[in-house]
Nanobody, 128 residues
Framework: EVQLVESGGGLVQPGGSLRLSCAAS????????MSWVRQAPGKGLEWVSA????????SYADSVKGRFTISRDNAKNTLYLQMNSLKPEDTAVYYC?????????????????????WGQGTQVTVSS
C-alpha cells in the first residue's frame, strides 16, 4: 500500500534552516509529481511547493519563493524540502502529498483533490 512518511521537523529560531524528508513506498515514486502542503495552527491547508516526476520542474508559493527548495531522489524514493531563512509564519504541520499525475499543472496548486495520498505530517515551529 502507498505510504508517505515525513521527518525532519522541529523547533528553530527565525532565520534558521531545516530540511524535511518524505520517504515514499507502495507505488512507483518516479512516475508521479509530488507536493508539500502545510497547515498553520487554526488555519486551512496551504500549498507550498511541487515537483514533477523527473525532478526537472518545480513550483513554489509566493510566500516561500527564494527561501525553500523542493527536490527528490527517485533512486531513494525520497522527497525533500530545504527551508532557509525561516519566519514565524512558516510555523505549521508540513505534509508530503502524492499527485495523481506525473507533470506539474495549475490544478495541483488550486485543488487538493489532485492529491490521492498524504503523509502524517511533521511539525515545524519557528520561534525565539
Amino acid at each position: 500500500e502507498v505510504q508517505l512518511v515525513e521527518s525532519g521537523g522541529g523547533l528553530v529560531q527565525p532565520g534558521g534552516s531545516l530540511r524535511l524528508s518524505c520517504a515514499a513506498s507502495g507505488f512507483t515514486f518516479s512516475s508521479y509529481a509530488m507536493s508539500w502542503v502545510r497547515q498553520a495552527p487554526g488555519k486551512g491547508l496551504e500549498w507550498v511547493s511541487a515537483i514533477n516526476s523527473g525532478g526537472g520542474s518545480t513550483s513554489y508559493a509566493d510566500s516561500v519563493k527564494g527561501r525553500f527548495t523542493i527536490s527528490r531522489d527517485n533512486a531513494k524514493n525520497t522527497l525533500y524540502l530545504q527551508m532557509n531563512s525561516l519566519k514565524p509564519e512558516d510555523t505549521a504541520v508540513y505534509y508530503c502529498a502524492k499527485s495523481r499525475r506525473g507533470a506539474l499543472t495549475i490544478i495541483a496548486t488550486l485543488d487538493f483533490d489532485e492529491y490521492d495520498y498524504w503523509g502524517q505530517g511533521t511539525q515545524v515551529t519557528v520561534s525565539s
